[in-house]
């Protein structure tokens, strides 16, 4: 166990060592390569990424994963984050996503392919009119016989066109007047071919200001059909006597969102990380008034403040993922980190900008990608705002 450190056992420093050479020597020559051309992750760098066992850390040994838990999932993440965000953003469409079908025989299998980097897909949860709001989701699923017919539009889904399945929130039935308004929501499985959509799908890409490595799409559901045991089953947290349509994919993916906000936290403590570390660097090497700029107070000063925030950032982004590891509720938690580090990323990356003054204004650096991924991180998976809707409500009460 680090002395520094009572979460890092041996096994988790050794794991994070690893996980920090193969994003210095291979993540970040990627980025460094591929981010100006906005081009995605090379598909045999995923298969790279498969034989690490990134696409498997959370999936049990017996299906051919790590079987490791969300703190070591936070900890990968923020070593491949330090390298590209893209990178550590695409584990998440593995590590078990899509998986939750009713057949065990399937399941396995699945989890088998997820593990191996065989099973990657994107998540259909935002709409132009659904964001924040997800209870608001309009995208129709309408049972016609065998099967689903599938009628509506999502925004914000990565990975759409390249991806093995797409996971959609879709509507069922209308709430009745009274209802909560996530009654009639179900998760569905589409399964595709990997670069090609299926007939009654189309997907344009959004053209974005960074996230590159990752093609974002909006789609548009035009009758496109799936089998009837498309609907995916509920996570571990949702009740088993919830019915059908009685909001308990809703309550699944709210679930799955505290993993993935501690996944998001993980992230801007990356991007964080890798801004602070050039910084460290360019203020040895930029000479001013006849001395590296280093040896000046204001940028001392600014450098100090910067490492202290990512340090506070990490150390609860642990205790979260430990505590959730655990099992504990920690909706309010989640929010807590997912806000703090991603507001924390976005304040030490432009103050990196600074540090390296024009230089840093210029696509020569690393630090402009982080700038612009670490802005991102404030949006997506909640905004800051939801998040400290999410914190007063279990602090005050939800107010009215």
């Known amino acids: 166990m680090s002395a520094s450190n009572p979460f890092l056992t041996d096994e988790r420093l050794a794991l994070q060592q690893t996980a920090r050479a193969f994003a210095m020597d291979e993540v970040l020559p990627l980025a460094n390569e591929l ?46 984050a330090r390298g590209w965000m893209s990178v550590a953003s695409i584990i998440a469409r593995g590590n078990g996503m899509g998986t939750q079908v009713a057949d065990p025989a399937r399941r396995a299998e699945l989890l088998r392919k997820s593990a ?78 990997r670069d090609r959509f299926p007939d009654g799908l189309t997907g344009t890409p959004i053209d974005k200001i960074g996230y590159y490595g990752i093609t974002t799409f909006h789609l548009v559901f035009d009758g496109l059909r799936v089998p009837g045991d498309a609907v995916l089953g509920a996570r571990a947290n949702a009740s088993a006597h919830t019915p059908r349509g009685a909001g308990r994919a809703f309550n699944a993916t709210m679930h799955g969102l505290n993993v993935a906000r501690i996944h998001t936290a993980a992230r801007a403590i990356g ?36 490492a202290t925030q990512v340090e506070a950032a990490r150390a609860l982004m642990y205790l979260v993922a430990e505590r959730c590891d655990a099992g504990e509720n920690i909706e309010k938690e989640a929010a807590m980190v997912k806000l703090f580090a991603t507001e924390m990323a976005e304040r030490v990356t432009g103050e990196a900008i600074q540090v390296h003054g024009g230089n840093g204004y210029t696509t020569e650096r690393a630090v402009e990608r982080y700038w612009r991924d670490a802005r991102l991180t404030t949006i997506f998976e909640g905004t800051s705002e939801i998040q400290r809707v999410i914190i007063s409500d279990r602090l005050l009460g939800r107010a009215r």
């Open 35 to 80: 981010d100006k051309r906005k081009a995605d992750i090379p598909r045999d760098f995923l298969r790279r990424m498969a034989a690490m066992g990134y696409f498997g850390i959370m999936i049990p040994r017996e299906f051919g994963g790590m079987g490791l838990g969300v703190f070591e999932y936070a900890l990968i993440t923020e070593e491949l």
């Open 116 to 193: 191996a980097g065989e099973w990657i897909g994107a998540a259909a949860l935002s709409e132009p009119g659904a964001g924040s709001d997800l209870a608001n989701v309009q995208c129709r699923a309408v049972r016609d016989g065998d099967e689903w017919c599938i009628t509506g539009e999502k925004r914000w889904c990565g990975n759409a066109l390249a991806a093995d399945f797409i996971m959609l929130l879709a509507r069922t039935a209308d709430p009745a007047p009274g209802e909560n308004r996530s009654r009639g929501l179900e998760s569905f499985l589409v399964e595709k071919e």
């Open 271 to 306: 991007l964080a990380r890798g801004a602070l570390e050039d910084s460290l660097a360019y203020a040895g090497e930029r000479v001013q008034f006849g001395r590296p700029i280093g040896e000046f107070q204001a940028i001392r000063f600014k450098l100090a403040d910067m």
